[in-house]
């Protein structure tokens, strides 16, 4: 079974599918990439802060959640833009981590109405130490060249593409949240895992 980490009969439990991909996340890969390899010199920063992570998929929900949690943030999860918007009017963020592309109201409806909600209010409920504008990081799989700008244009301050390391939200979070970044170290996954 050369290249085979794991494997599941049909049908699929959604609880043994999760189960399964944690553990892969865990074990230790044989080849590592320049890219890796470099990374592992870098060390991702913690972050003492509360976000909000918007993702239809439960897989890469639970991964995200651990990832954030794994560089010190609390993380509340909505799995669309309905929901979001709920979260958001209830309880004050430092940032969401938005999907793009989701049923019922993706994250570009979902970001446009925060938006407008920012400027018809200021009591818009934000962070510590941030003004009335909801920091609303995109995720999404598109990684063509006009999708950053699509992302920009509906009213999210930054992009990042999956699939993603700990270390590139690190830094994502690291330039929204520098005061929010602490001197704990960081709790490791393994190297290479992406979601």
Request: glycine content about 6%; some cysteine.
């Amino acid at each position: 079974m050369t290249g085979i980490e794991a494997f599941l009969s049909k049908p699929v439990r959604q609880s043994r599918l999760l189960n399964c991909l944690l553990q892969i996340m865990s074990a230790p890969t044989e080849a590592a990439d320049k890219q890796t390899l470099e990374a592992r010199h870098e060390k991702p920063s913690r972050f003492n802060a509360h976000l909000l992570l918007v993702e239809d998929a439960p897989v890469n929900r639970e991964l995200g959640r651990i990832m954030l949690e794994n560089l010190g943030c609390r993380v509340d999860t909505a799995w669309n833009g309905r929901e979001a918007l709920e979260a958001i009017e209830r309880q004050s963020y430092d940032l969401v981590l938005m999907d793009c592309q989701m049923p019922e109201m993706d994250g570009y409806e979902a970001t446009q109405r925060v938006r407008e909600r920012e400027r018809s209010s200021s009591t818009v409920p934000v962070g510590e130490g941030q003004s009335d504008h909801l920091i609303i990081v995109a995720l999404t799989a598109h990684a063509m060249q006009g999708d950053r700008q699509t992302c920009l244009d509906a009213g999210m301050d930054d992009y990042l593409t999956k699939p993603f390391s700990t270390l590139q939200l690190s830094e994502v979070l690291s330039r929204w949240l520098p005061f929010r970044a602490t001197n704990d170290t960081p709790r490791q996954l393994p190297e290479g895992r992406d979601i």
